[in-house]
């Protein structure tokens, strides 16, 4: 009985392990180096929003200035939101200290873990184009 037990045990634990292994896996398709990646946002107001999946964000600040937001986990409430909530230091929104939550949701937040410039619109579709080709992989 001892060794079914034990059996089993580690059997959850190899599993555990590969599904961690193919979350990280996922999770570092999101660098982009082709991006101008920046530590924070100053004087930061959120005048729109666009969702992509649900560990990115596209943000825009100021007239012409958007930036991409990549979470640092999975926020199954973001594909759907209605409302948006990020949250900032006297107007400074900085990566690995602040957060994105829904306003369904505001209670389960996710760190922020990269910030990229976008400087055009056809930059912004070529990434949401490799973004959607994520999809693909398990």
Not at 44 to 52: E, H, L, Q
Not at 96 to 108: K, L, N, W
């Amino acid at each position: 009985m001892l060794n079914k037990m034990i059996i089993a045990l580690v059997s959850l634990m190899l599993l555990g392990c590969s599904a961690s292994e193919a979350s990280k896996q996922k999770a570092a398709l999101y660098q982009f180096d082709e991006l101008t990646e920046v530590t924070s946002i100053d004087n930061f107001r959120m005048d729109g929003w666009r969702t992509m999946d649900n560990r990115t964000v596209f943000v825009d600040s100021r007239p012409k200035q958007t930036y991409l937001i990549v979470l640092s986990g999975v926020n199954t409430n973001l594909t759907f939101a209605k409302a948006l909530v990020i949250t900032s230091r006297m107007g400074k929104v900085t990566v690995g200290f602040d957060t994105v939550s829904t306003g369904d949701a505001p209670q389960f937040k996710s760190q922020i873990k990269k910030i990229y410039q976008i400087d055009s619109k056809e930059q912004e579709q070529q990434i949401r184009d490799e973004i959607a080709g994520f999809e693909n992989i398990k």
